[in-house]
């Protein structure tokens, strides 16, 4: 699944960006990365010696998340990186805990899901409030 | 943010002292260049981003944009999407779809977890929206349709759009301006009201 997001080489990525999508992942496709919500919210957790010896995008990302909450998505728009590249990196450094995920309301998030993967009543009353209000 | 032990395991680390919104999410879909990222725009708190997916041998020479050229000469691979901040910490992002039927196959890491989804419909290009209805349809996914008023002018009657379509009666079908905000936001209360219908109908 992951590949289809351009984790592999390909000939139109070298016009993109600098480094194939695959070295930036170091090869690797995760398979827990496959599954985190793009909507999910990362937020840097770490102190400035982190940033020694990781690699320019995975300080990208933790500079962009730092002191505030930035999807998977944004993530992957600001760094002009694909998003399945994103997820690797994302997961990579909460494994390290450099940073954290939030997923609370996505599809992970059990309570605000129900069993069948619908979301809750009361968080939608919420959410149309929300909009109705705006 | 600082002062959290950055060496604690994130499972058992003590919880922040602000707490992360809650994340939801509607899909925007529709034909190529009906008007997606607008209706974004209209009411997203940040200017539309663009995240790309890199393709691969699925989008070699098989490109057809066919008779639009006049609107918008180019797309890309990518997904454009916003951002609303709603109040009691929940942020609503608005995710568009690929613009063509090519990339269908990214549809099902979009919608998941998704309240439900607006298709955008252009009466003068109607079959652009049949792969978005018959997918959402097919998943079950709540979703409304929303005619866009190119130029602030309706030239169909909904109910010939509806049976044009084939929609039944359950499915909402309304005037939409992607450019006006207050049309964006009837077309997302459409939605969530009919994610809320379905479950009090269970």
Known sequence: MADLYGTQADDDAEDTYAVRPYAVTGGRVSAASADLPMEALVEASFSSEALRGLTPEKKKILQLATGQYQSVAELSAHTRLPLGVVRVLVTDLAEVNYLRIHTGGTAQDASTHDESGGLSLSLLESVLDGIAAL | ???????????????????????????????????????????????????????????????????????????????????????????????????????????????????????????????????????????????????????????????????????????????????????????????VQLAMKRIKDR
Request: net charge negative.
């Open chain 2, 1 to 191: 943010m600082a002062s959290q032990p950055s060496d604690a395991p994130v499972a058992t680390a003590t919880p922040p002292v602000h707490v992360a919104p809650t994340v939801v999410k509607i899909v925007i879909a529709g034909g190529f260049a009906v008007g997606k990222t607008t209706f974004i725009g209209s009411i997203s708190d940040i200017d539309p981003l663009n995240t790309e997916a890199a393709m691969t041998e699925h989008s070699v020479g098989v490109d057809d944009a066919g008779g639009v050229t006049d609107r918008k000469t180019t797309t890309t691979v990518a997904m454009d999407f916003g951002r609303i901040a709603l109040p009691g910490s929940l942020w609503l992002y608005l995710f568009g779809t690929p613009g063509q039927d090519r990339f269908l196959f990214m549809w099902d890491d979009l919608v998941r977890g998704a309240i439900g989804a607006v298709v955008l419909v252009d009466t003068e290009r109607l079959d652009q929206c049949f792969p978005a209805v018959d997918y959402f349809e097919g998943r079950g996914i709540p979703f409304v349709v929303g005619v866009n008023c190119f130029d602030g002018v309706a030239k169909h009657q909904l109910e010939d759009v509806r049976e044009a379509l084939g929609l039944g009666p359950e499915t909402p079908l309304m005037y939409t301006d992607a450019r006006e905000k207050s049309a964006t936001k009837q077309a997302l209360i459409a939605v």
